[in-house]
């Protein structure tokens, strides 16, 4: 079974410039969160979807992040225009079973590194 | 609302010589405990959990945790540790129940180097 896929695993763009990130869940996992990790602190939370509906975007740093699942399934989280404070580590993850069972574990990607110049 | 602290940032370690990374948190409801290693250029991936039971959680890799309430801790130990074992690791926590009971919270993360 293919695990949470992100790509590009790189990407360098200069401020200013728009960047769109995708993630792939696991097949079948209705829960999908976005987490970020600047550059000497927290991998900290973005968002989540159950499906193709937001629960909870508490977590975007401002309006310059739109993240979007068609159909319930990929994801994408578009920044436009990027800054330099953006720069970072994007990881994906999801989940199966309802956020509130115990056994609701995230499984993550490999993570996609941005570098704003 | 939750914090977690891991309170080293990098620990080297001898081959074949234990290991103690310490993880320490905060949260006003009771929660769910977790350690992810990443190794080298791949994802997290999840090295072991405590949700509930016993304390001492035994997980991949020969790694084992102990949840310790009084203390709010969770250290990851394993008594003999290889080069392969050289990676990130991180200790993050979930609230057991309500607003939020989703997001994880993680520490800082802890590089972990074995020496040859």
């Known amino acids: 079974e293919a695990g949470v896929t992100q790509f590009p695993s790189h990407s360098v763009i200069e401020k200013g410039q728009t960047v769109t990130l995708r993630c792939d869940p696991i097949?079948?996992?209705?829960?999908l969160y976005w987490y970020r990790r600047v550059m000497g602190k927290e991998i900290k939370f973005l968002l989540h979807f159950v499906k193709e509906s937001k629960q909870d975007e508490s977590g975007m740093p401002n309006n310059r992040f739109l993240a979007e699942r068609t159909g319930g399934t990929y994801s994408t989280l578009k920044v436009q225009p990027a800054e330099l404070e953006d720069s970072g580590v994007y990881f994906c993850?999801?989940?199966?079973?309802?956020?509130?069972?115990?056994?609701?574990?995230?499984?993550f990607g490999a993570g996609t590194r941005l570098s704003v110049l | 609302a939750q914090s977690v602290t891991q309170l080293d940032s990098q620990v080297p370690v001898f081959e074949e010589a234990p290991v103690e990374l310490r993880c320490n948190y905060s949260?006003?409801?009771?929660?769910?405990l977790f350690w992810y290693v990443q190794y080298p250029n791949q994802g997290l991936q999840l090295l072991l959990k405590y949700l509930s039971g016993s304390t001492l959680v035994k997980g991949i890799n020969g790694f084992e945790a102990e949840f310790n309430k009084s203390q709010t801790s969770f250290h990851l130990r394993k008594p003999s540790v290889h080069i392969s074992d050289t990676a990130e690791y991180f200790c993050?926590?979930?609230?057991?129940f309500g607003a939020g009971s989703y997001q994880l919270t993680f520490g800082k993360g802890t590089k972990l180097s074995v020496i040859p």
């Open positions: 993850a999801s989940s199966q079973d309802s956020v509130f069972s115990a056994k609701n574990i995230q499984y």
């Open positions: 097949s079948g996992h209705d829960n």
């Open positions: 993050a926590v979930k609230p057991g």
């Open positions: 949260s006003s409801v009771s929660v769910y």
